[in-house]
């Protein structure tokens, strides 16, 4: 079993930066593929960046690419989305999930969930 909690999310401008962290519980932390996930109003939730379990693959939805960058520290059983170049297209509720698989886009394959934060960029 894996618990996560997500922080750092807020209210920000188009352009500026944002670092969410996501923690996790439990001593396999390591051992888990983590994503990020995010749904907007009345959106189902798609796919914005993943990070293999030793940090040597990683996964970015198009929209994001070159300006999100993923990454963990296992020792702190922490996963951190930098978040630069902000859009308000960004905004929406921010979720961090884990799974024992691979590297993968598909929210179905994620065992574990956060209870999401969210995050709101006006233009």
């Known amino acids: 079993q894996v618990q996560l909690v997500e922080s750092g999310g807020g209210l920000v401008q188009a352009g500026d930066s944002l670092r969410l962290s996501c923690a996790a519980s439990?001593?396999?932390?390591?051992?888990?593929?983590m994503g990020w996930f995010r749904q907007a109003p009345g959106k189902e939730r798609t796919f914005v960046a993943a990070?293999?379990?030793?940090?040597?693959?990683?996964s970015y939805a198009d929209s994001v690419k070159g300006r999100f960058t993923i990454s963990r520290d296992n020792p702190k059983n922490t996963v951190y989305l930098q978040m630069d170049s902000l859009k308000p297209e960004d905004t929406a509720v921010y979720y961090c999930a884990a799974t024992s698989g691979v590297v993968t886009t598909t929210p179905g394959r994620y065992d574990f969930w956060g209870q999401g934060t969210q995050v709101t960029v006006s233009s």
């Open positions: 990070i293999g379990w030793r940090g040597g693959i990683t």
């Open positions: 439990g001593r396999t932390f390591r051992s888990y593929t």
